[in-house]
């Protein structure tokens, strides 16, 4: 164990002395470690060789990536900008709180290296396996280095390495056909899907070429490159090459390559066997998820973001412009109108800067409950009665955090939307109550049409919630025909669907007893399943707004 | 401006770079929408196509691009009466875009520090009769897409705002990228790409380590590498030329445009702009290969890209749309 440690720290002093030698080629760091000593000394050890500036992502849009400086220009009575951190000097930057940073500002930043070519470490300070660093910005700094399990007493100053002698050569080194194809095939097999992988693998193997004072690339070089580079973005564990059946992954990839790559086999082998222990350890429980983890995840920030309006206007109020706010024009001059005397008439308006007010929205909330009601003759039996009241204990729930409700009861063949997306609580109990019961149980068209509500709906920027009540006795399909297996089947493939979207949803089974058939369908929606029988009005209430607010979160 | 990689130079994607050429030759085909993985090339093929289009011919000064001085809107007169060859503009809306820079505001500088009301024009003026570019698409904030579709729409932007009254023209060729892991696309603007493309890494070896050595042989000596694909470019670029040309003799039969409507109404797309945007598409590539009527080919190799981000979702049929595109036109067309 203490021989991984060892060597993962000095694989850390390596990525700092390669992006030394290639800041540009290179692009960064990610580094995955918790604040305390052991990312001090590797700081530290940053610094030495590169000058850094670190921002943050709560910082304002105009101190990132520069603006016009409203209180300076107005004070100094010219335009006055602010060149913004992003933009101008030659210093690396530090992202800290890297995993607290949005999509839309990582996208932006992610522009702004392309264009500028800056260097950048990301400080990822992420504490579960899927908080991590945003993605578009992983994806374009070559390095990935993770100190978790390094304690201080591991984490040596290591002796500087001839950084400028290297950088000298960095440029005439070359690399062999055969090592970039050794890449691009070891990148193939990790399931590393981005061009960039290899590319930059590639830069960090000339890297290392160079700061071991050789002219070309050999093995080690490929090795250092691999292990940096495409092992910490592996997403399948590399099989064997004898495998007659290489998993589902790119199939060609032996076909288009055969010839060339037969005879180097072996050594590719010893790569794999060399990049194996730097596999990130979380690996398996994602691919245990079925390897959607990550999709899951990227559609959850960007459903969240959706999810904010500009809302209402509030009255505007003094501040200082920056950020995302913006200069109420109108208010700032009426501030700066009752003054004007006082600061010399000469026939121009003088602004201060404590004139100056700023718009306000109130946002709203912006969920919307689905309710799909299962109204057929078995439901009605059992308990349609309890089931509407549920619901009105929900509608009550839903009225104080003024949330939108929507409602859809399914019966015989078809699925009726009966109350369109609204905020009327009093309508959605009007129709509720008006509900009759009767007729068989469609449960995949109802499903469908909740879905497809929920879908529409989050396309609009609403956060859509599914909630289905049913006794789960499916027994029409559909295309309405009365087939007990095929309704099974369909709605099984339709809460697939659903489940694939990542919609948060929950199953109460209004059943006399609880269905074994629901809970395996609430499993495939990854819902939560909630038997009405054993649930009271308080547990249900608390039960589906728990699920609410972690749909928000996810 | 920087180094740009030359179109010619890019590897494999064939649908991508298609569906650039037909937006390219007939602008109002409505844009293309790239959709795909990281690290695909979807930026670098937008710049290329970009640096690749032949100059357009504007007034000296004028800040909307117009073609001849009396299309020169009023507020940004006096311009002169010259004319000068310009590149094709292509204009970046970064994502972090205020609405005021997109349709042009009140000079807040000169507001402020000279007491001037003046209007300063925004990017949308700056894309007129060229192409606005939006990377990471689906992450753009809502009121700003609104604004893009309204806009892109009536190829009219007006700004009413802080007692401005401002018209002028906008006319420009939407390209997006994104990576659908970050978020969906709404349906609405969706549907205002003419046409979309979905791109994925390549899988064979041999091709990704050819974009790998022409990416880092371009990155060594980029004057050498453009050098070395110009000729490529010039043909690619005359090519386009010559179609726009041909687009207004290329003729389709009655029978074609049947065969777009049956392709339509069989995947049952909504609206009519499927079967419009198909047409166009197919006489646009009719044209680019020198045909001078619209055969069933060209039908059968555009499809995907002008229907397949116009299906709607079907729970029961877990393949992906442009396949589905494929089969019914493998059942329709024969």
């Not at chain 1, 993962?8 to 760091?29: E, I, K, T």
């Not at chain 1, 509608?395 to 699925?415: K, P």
């Not at chain 2, 044209?287 to 116009?310: K, M, Q, T």
Request: charged share 25%; proline share 6%.
């Amino acid at each position: 164990m203490s021989r991984d440690v060892a060597r993962s720290w000095a694989n850390a002093c390596l990525a700092l002395n390669l992006l030394a030698v290639d800041p540009v080629g290179l692009r960064g760091v990610a580094l995955r470690a918790r604040s305390g000593p052991v990312r001090d000394v590797f700081l530290d050890l940053l610094s030495r060789e590169i000058q850094t500036v670190r921002i943050h992502p709560a910082m304002s849009r105009e101190a990132l990536f520069g603006g016009l400086d409203i209180a300076a220009t107005l004070s100094a009575g010219r335009i006055m900008r602010t060149s913004g951190l992003m933009a101008g000097n030659d210093a690396c930057l530090l992202l800290a709180m890297a995993e607290r940073c949005g999509a839309e500002l990582a996208a932006e930043m992610a522009q702004c290296l392309e264009r500028g070519g800056r260097r950048m470490v990301l400080l990822d300070e992420g504490a579960e396996p899927g908080e991590t660093a945003p993605r578009a910005l992983m994806e374009r700094l070559a390095l990935h280095v993770c100190l978790d399990e390094i304690g201080r007493q591991q984490a040596q100053m290591p002796e500087t390495p001839r950084i400028d002698e290297a950088r000298l050569r960095l440029a005439d080194i070359t690399a062999t056909d055969d090592a970039l194809r050794r890449l691009v095939v070891l990148a193939a097999r990790l399931g590393v899907d981005s061009l960039r992988a290899p590319y930059l693998a590639l830069k960090a193997a000339k890297a290392n070429a160079a700061l071991r004072l050789g002219w070309r690339v050999e093995d080690e070089d490929i090795a250092v490159g691999a292990g940096l580079v495409l092992a910490p973005r592996a997403t399948v564990i590399p099989e064997p090459p004898d495998d007659p059946n290489p998993g589902d992954h790119h199939p060609e990839s032996r076909e288009g390559g055969a010839e060339d790559s037969r005879p180097q086999g072996p050594p590719d082998e010893i790569l794999v066997e060399a990049v194996r222990p730097q596999l990130p350890g979380n690996l398996i429980d994602g691919l245990r998820d079925g390897g959607h983890a990550r999709v899951a995840k990227g559609a959850g920030v960007g459903r969240k973001h959706r999810s904010n309006r500009r809302g209402r206007p509030l009255p505007s109020r003094p501040g200082r412009p920056g950020g995302d706010a913006r200069v109420d024009l109108a208010a700032t001059l009426r501030t700066a109108a009752p003054w004007q005397g006082l600061r010399g008439r000469d026939g121009s308006v003088k602004v201060l800067p404590s004139d100056i007010r700023l718009k306000r929205y109130e946002e709203k909330s912006d969920r919307l409950l689905i309710f799909a009601v299962d109204a057929s003759g078995s439901a009605a039996m059992a308990r349609l009665g309890d089931a509407k009241g549920a619901v009105e204990i929900l509608l009550s729930r839903a009225y104080a955090s003024r949330d939108h409700v929507a409602l859809i009861a399914f019966r015989g063949n078809r699925a009726d939307l009966l109350l369109p997306p609204t905020r009327s609580l009093l309508q959605a109990k009007r129709r509720l109550t008006a509900l009759p019961g009767g007729g068989g149980t469609p449960l995949a068209t109802g499903l469908r049409a909740a879905g497809d509500l929920a879908l529409q709906a989050r396309g609009q920027g609403l956060t859509p919630i599914l909630v289905l009540l049913t006794d789960g006795r499916a027994n029409v399909a559909l295309d309405g025909s009365g087939n007990r297996a095929k309704a099974r089947e369909h709605t099984t493939a339709v809460a697939r669907c659903l489940a694939g979207e990542g919609l948060p949803c929950v199953v109460l089974d209004t059943g006399n007893r609880p269905q074994a058939v629901l809970a395996d369908l609430a499993r495939i929606l990854a819902a939560q399943y909630l038997p009405l029988p054993r649930a009271d009005s308080a547990t249900l209430g608390k039960t589906i707004f728990q699920t609410i607010r972690d749909g928000l979160d996810a | 401006m920087s180094k740009v990689f030359p179109f010619s130079a890019i590897v494999g994607q064939d649908d991508m770079k298609r569906a650039m050429l037909l937006s390219a030759i007939d602008p109002k085909l409505g844009g293309v929408l790239v959709f795909g993985d990281r690290g695909t090339g979807k930026s670098t093929a937008v710049r290329a196509l970009a640096a690749l289009l032949p100059p357009i011919t504007a007034v000296k000064g004028c800040p909307v691009n117009s073609e001849s001085p009396r299309d020169v809107p009023e507020w940004a007169k006096p311009v002169g009466r010259d004319t000068e060859e310009r590149p094709t503009p292509v204009v970046d809306l970064p994502l972090g875009v205020t609405e005021d820079r997109v349709t042009g505001a009140l000079d807040i500088e000169r507001a402020l520090t000279h007491g001037e009301k003046v209007f300063q024009p925004g990017l949308l003026a700056a894309s007129n009769r060229g192409y606005l570019y939006i990377d990471e698409v689906n992450l753009l904030e809502d009121h700003i897409v609104d604004l893009l579709l309204d806009v892109a729409q009536s190829g009219i932007n007006l700004v009413e705002r802080e007692g401005l009254s401002i018209r002028h023209p906008a006319r420009f060729v939407l390209v997006g990228s994104g990576n659908p892991e970050e978020g969906e696309l709404r349906p609405q603007l969706l549907d205002r790409f003419g046409l979309s493309v979905e791109v994925r890494s390549p899988n064979d070896i041999e091709e990704r380590v050819e974009v790998i050595r022409r990416r880092e042989s371009f990155e060594n000596s980029p004057t050498r590498f453009i050098r070395r694909w110009k000729a490529a470019d010039i043909v690619i670029r005359d090519r386009i030329l010559n179609a726009r040309r041909a687009l207004a003799r290329t003729t389709a039969k009655r029978r074609v445009i049947r065969d777009c409507a049956e392709l339509c109404a069989s995947l049952g797309t909504d609206g009519l702009r499927g079967e419009l945007t198909l047409l166009r598409a197919s006489r646009a590539l009719a044209a680019y290969e020198g045909a001078d009527e619209v055969a069933i080919d060209h039908l059968r190799r555009v499809a995907p890209l002008a229907l397949s981000h116009r299906l709607r979702r079907d729970p029961l049929d877990e393949s992906s749309s442009s396949s589905r595109v494929v089969r019914a036109v493998e059942e329709t067309l024969g």
